[in-house]
């Protein structure tokens, strides 16, 4: 099994464990666009405690890939994202994180 697909039942998994249903060929696509950032441990996670983190996720990823306007309803998705994913819950992967709030803002799109 590729280092890859190590990852990929990983992301599985957790979505598994909190029921969560995902689209497949999404995640793969989401994880791939993260690049061999996937494979750092530390790279690979959000905190969802660390404001200094999350404000990257903001700007890094919901402006500038996913194209949004900046405002409350950025924060809102994030905070939500965390909560479904499990504040206490120390694995919140980063592929997991991107695609649940590309599912909430409709932007699957980008990733066909």
């Known amino acids: 099994m590729s280092q890859f697909d190590e990852c990929m039942e990983q992301y599985k998994t957790a979505f598994n464990k909190l029921n969560i249903n995902y ?6 696509a989401v994880a791939k666009g993260l690049g061999p950032s996937i494979y750092n ?4 996670l959000v905190s969802g405690s660390d404001k200094t983190e999350l404000d990257t996720v903001k700007n890094n990823f919901l402006i500038k890939k996913l194209g949004l306007n900046d405002g409350p309803e950025l924060d809102a998705a994030i905070t939500k994202t965390v909560e479904t994913l499990g504040k206490s819950n120390p ?3 980063r592929a997991c994180f991107y695609y649940l709030l590309t599912k ?5 799109d980008i990733y066909a």
């Open 41 to 44: 441990k530390d790279s690979s």
């Open 23 to 28: 689209d497949e060929t999404l995640l793969t």
């Open 104 to 108: 909430e803002f409709g932007k699957e």
């Open 91 to 93: 694995n919140k992967y």
